[in-house]
């Protein structure tokens, strides 16, 4: 079963296709070993099948995932030929989960956190990057993005929110990428996987890394990883923020609960349920269509840039531009 849409703003077709679905179609069950299950029906002479496909759930073995994602930092890193890394430490979750798992990868003293503040900063994110870095002991920069903002945006008076907060996510990218040439450091990201699924970030700014352990977590997965891991719960417990103005939190930008979002992330895309599906399990059409095309519509920030290929320049090489 599928779905498609009208973007109205772009002139685009949101489409979405799901596992094979014929009528009549079941709900959920459990299998015989006990796994959630999604139940459809496959019709053929003379009778129909049955089959139940395992769902996808967002709970986890979060003992495992540390794991896993410790190892998978310190092979990364070493592959590439370095001992040591550096993320930008903002006070939030997510870059506070990256700091812990880095640390416990490489070892704090290779483990450099770098807080990049601007004049309108909630100072209470700055105490909390600083209280991270004391509680690992990792090396800790702080280093002022104000003035640089500050006099790009003097020259470009028109600037609204959404540009000025652009520009600062570069800026602290930028910075971190000359800090790993001065360390001899890899760039270890914080972008989650909701996050990164709705477009919700900055290309080349905070999207920008050279790995990135959590882009394979939803949200409310990396408030629980977190907890597991040791985050202290005041930075678990506070309003998810990309602190690019006062006041400014992710849901509300974005219009959407992380619980709520997360759940039909998990259905949509890790599922394969449609739209009829999703529907059934609670959401609003209108729900389910706004999600879709931030999906969309953001696409070009999930991938490489597209290289045009000359025909005749094509041949006999492994490169492939797209």
């Known amino acids: 079963m599928g779905f498609s849409s009208k973007a109205s703003n772009r002139g685009e077709e949101i489409q979405h296709r799901s596992i094979p679905s014929p009528k009549?179609?079941?709900?959920?069950?459990?299998?015989?070993?006990?796994?959630?299950?999604?139940?459809?029906?496959?019709?053929?002479?003379?009778?129909?099948?049955?089959?139940?496909?395992?769902?996808?759930?967002?709970?986890?073995?979060?003992?495992k995932v540390h794991r896993d994602l410790v190892r998978f930092i310190r092979g990364e890193v070493h592959k590439a030929g370095f001992e040591r890394a550096v993320l930008g430490l903002s006070g939030g979750v997510d870059s506070s989960l990256s700091a812990f798992l880095t640390a416990g990868a490489l070892g704090n003293g290779n483990v450099f956190g770098i807080n990049m503040p601007y004049r309108e900063s909630s100072t209470l994110g700055v105490q909390?990057?600083?209280?991270?870095?004391?509680?690992?002991?990792?090396?800790?920069?702080?280093?002022?993005?104000?003035?640089?903002?500050?006099?790009?945006?003097q020259s470009f008076p028109d600037a609204d929110p959404v540009r000025k907060g652009n520009k600062m996510a570069r800026e602290r990218m930028s910075i971190l990428y000359d800090q790993s040439a001065r360390f001899s450091a890899l760039v270890v990201g914080s972008s989650n996987k909701t996050e990164i699924l709705l477009g919700y970030g900055t290309i080349y700014g905070d999207m920008a890394c050279a790995i990135n352990p959590l882009g394979d977590l939803y949200k409310t997965q990396v408030w629980d990883l977190a907890r597991e891991v040791g985050v202290p719960e005041e930075i678990i417990e506070k309003a998810p923020t990309a602190d690019l103005w006062r006041g400014q939190t992710d849901e509300a930008e974005l219009g959407l609960s992380y619980h709520e979002v997360d759940r039909l992330l998990n259905l949509m895309i890790d599922n394969g349920l449609g739209l009829e599906d999703l529907v059934s399990e609670g959401f609003t059409e209108d729900f389910i269509r706004k999600v879709a095309i931030r999906i969309r519509s953001s696409e070009f920030k999930r991938r490489m840039p597209v290289v045009g290929k000359i025909p005749q320049q094509g041949k006999g090489g492994s490169f492939r531009g797209r």
């Open 24 to 63: 009549p179609v079941s709900s959920l069950t459990i299998d015989p070993g006990g796994r959630l299950c999604y139940v459809y029906h496959e019709f053929s002479f003379p009778g129909f099948y049955l089959h139940m496909v395992p769902m996808i759930s967002l709970r986890l073995d979060y003992k």
């Open 128 to 153: 909390h990057a600083q209280q991270v870095a004391k509680q690992l002991n990792i090396q800790f920069l702080s280093i002022e993005i104000t003035p640089m903002i500050d006099m790009y945006v």
